[in-house]
Structure formats: structure tokens, C-alpha cells
């Protein structure tokens, strides 16, 4: 069995009350049945007020209080749960976010979610084109699929910088016979305002890209930054694909996702934050991104 992850994914701490955007305030946190179940027994105050402050179904969460923030999440930012109890007692949802597990046969990919701006910053800090670090326990074969043949292809694209990132990203689709579609920011923000949306910051960037003259994308597109994230994008979604048809329309999601990036930082340094938290972490607005794409 190999383990796969990105080459920047052992350096992730979580930064606790430095956090400018914790993931504590504004999520739903889904509590998993064994946690519950450890609650449900805990003796004293802090375990009276466990049960107290969890909605029972029918999926248990914790109550939200006022600004949707966890009710064990203090005043200095930091967690009362992990204070008082320690890390192992916090629900599963709490303890893995940021990370994501892909699970395909032989082999388990996981990696960091770029709602997270720690690991926003370190993906695009990174020295490099996008590595990925693999671990064999010697258990299975660790066989290539094709779609992970092709994810290596179009990485092998992504990193030739003799070109500029659009042509990378048009020869990476050409693999499937699809054009990288015409990118217009106005029209590209004006469909996100369509879709459903949490963050009031989100929406003001977009309407701001909306109203704003066109402006060409190369060459700031071509800068590491980018490719780094056109290759993150495509590690993390492309092999979720069920067919070659559905892969394509991953990858222009992901390579239309790039450029939209690129066309909002120039008005916020959160652009990419915003984007994943509001777009890649909604399977119903990437779905429906998608669908308008294709």
C-alpha cells in the first residue's frame, strides 16, 4: 500500500489562535458517533456542557453561538476541549481538518485544503514545482491506473516552464481532446454570484471582478504560484473522476479555478482561501461550475 502526499504537507502546524480565519467560527462540525459516545460519559462540568451544547441529530453537531462560532472555542482563540481534555478527545472533523484522504486501490492520497490559510501559504511558498512524496509499506502492488498515468502526464506538462502556464494548461488538455475554454473574468464572477454562497468577503471580491475591466492573465500567470496550484488542483481532484469524459471536465474546472485565482489577487491576498472554502469545499458549486464549463 503507498501513501502519497504533497511535499509540503509534513510541514502543516496549525496556527491556533494566530489564525485570521479560524476554522472553528462559520462550519457546521459534524460530531462522529465514537466521540459522542465519550462524551456521553465524561463526568463534570466540561461534560455537562459537552451534552448540552450538542444537537443530537440527525447528524450530531455542535450549537453554533453568537458569530457561528464553536461554543468551546475561547476568547483568545484558542480550543477549551483541547485545553482541558487534550487533542485526542476532540471529534474526528477536528482533529484531521485541514487534511483530506483520497482512498484508491493500492494506495491512500492525502493532502492539506486550501481553506486553510496556513496551508494556502505553504502550497505557494513552496521551492519548486509540486512534488509528491510516496511511502510503500510493501503491502500491495501499488499498480498505476491509467487516470494516475495521465495525472503524471499532464504534471509532466505543468512543470516545463519553457512554455507559459496557458499553453501548459491547453497541451494538458489536448491529452483528452479538450480546448481550454475562453476565460472572462467579468463572466466567471458574475456565475459564482449565482451560486450559493457563505462569506460576505466572497461575495464583495466577486462583484468587484465583475464590474472590473478585462485584464490579461499572462504573464503574472505564469509564476510559480500558479503552477503550483494548477498542479495541487489536479492532484486533488482529478482522480475523484468515474470516466475520461468526467476527468476532463475536472481538469477544466481545475485550470479555469487557476485562472480565476489569479484574475481576484489582485484584489485580495485571500483570494485563494475564499475560493477553495466557498467553491472547492461546496460539492453542489463545483458540480454546477462544472456543469456551466462544460
Not at 456565475?191 to 466577486?206: I, K, Q, V
Not at 492573465?217 to 482529478?238: D, F, N, T, W
Amino acid at each position: 500500500m503507498l501513501t502519497v502526499r504533497p511535499d509540503f504537507y509534513d510541514d502543516f502546524q496549525c496556527l491556533a489562535s494566530r489564525c485570521r480565519h479560524s476554522c472553528c467560527i462559520g462550519w457546521e462540525i459534524d460530531v462522529d458517533a465514537d466521540t459522542l459516545a465519550a462524551y456521553q460519559t465524561l463526568e463534570g462540568p466540561l461534560g455537562d456542557e459537552l451534552r448540552e451544547k450538542i444537537d443530537p441529530g440527525p447528524t450530531p453537531h455542535f450549537r453554533l453561538g453568537e458569530g457561528e462560532r464553536c461554543p468551546f472555542l475561547r476568547a483568545d482563540g484558542l480550543c477549551r476541549i483541547i485545553r482541558e481534555l487534550g487533542e485526542d478527545s476532540l471529534c474526528d472533523i477536528c482533529a484531521l481538518h485541514p487534511r483530506f484522504y483520497n482512498e484508491l486501490p493500492d494506495r491512500t492520497e492525502m493532502g492539506l485544503g486550501l481553506c486553510c490559510e496556513e496551508a494556502a501559504r505553504l502550497l505557494t511558498a513552496g521551492v519548486g514545482h509540486l512534488r509528491l512524496m510516496t511511502e510503500d509499506d510493501g503491502e500491495g502492488e501499488g499498480e498505476l491506473t491509467p487516470l494516475l498515468i495521465l495525472r503524471a502526464r499532464i504534471f509532466d506538462i505543468l512543470a516545463d516552464d519553457e512554455k507559459n502556464l496557458t499553453e501548459r494548461m491547453r497541451f494538458s488538455l489536448a491529452l483528452m481532446n479538450r480546448p481550454l475554454l475562453p476565460f472572462v473574468a467579468a463572466e466567471t464572477a458574475a456565475f459564482c454570484l449565482t451560486l450559493e454562497r457563505m462569506d460576505e468577503a466572497w461575495t464583495a471580491l466577486l462583484e468587484r471582478l465583475a464590474a472590473a475591466p478585462a485584464a490579461a492573465l499572462e504573464p503574472r500567470l505564469s509564476s510559480l504560484r500558479y503552477a503550483r496550484i494548477a498542479e495541487y488542483l489536479v492532484y486533488r481532484h482529478l482522480v475523484s473522476a468515474k470516466s475520461e469524459q468526467e476527468a476532463g471536465v475536472v481538469l477544466q474546472f481545475c485550470f479555469h479555478a487557476v485562472q480565476l485565482i489569479c484574475a481576484l489577487e489582485p484584489y485580495s491576498d485571500d483570494a485563494l482561501r475564499l475560493f477553495s472554502a466557498e467553491i472547492e469545499y461546496s460539492d453542489e458549486n463545483v458540480e454546477k461550475l462544472c456543469a456551466w464549463l462544460g
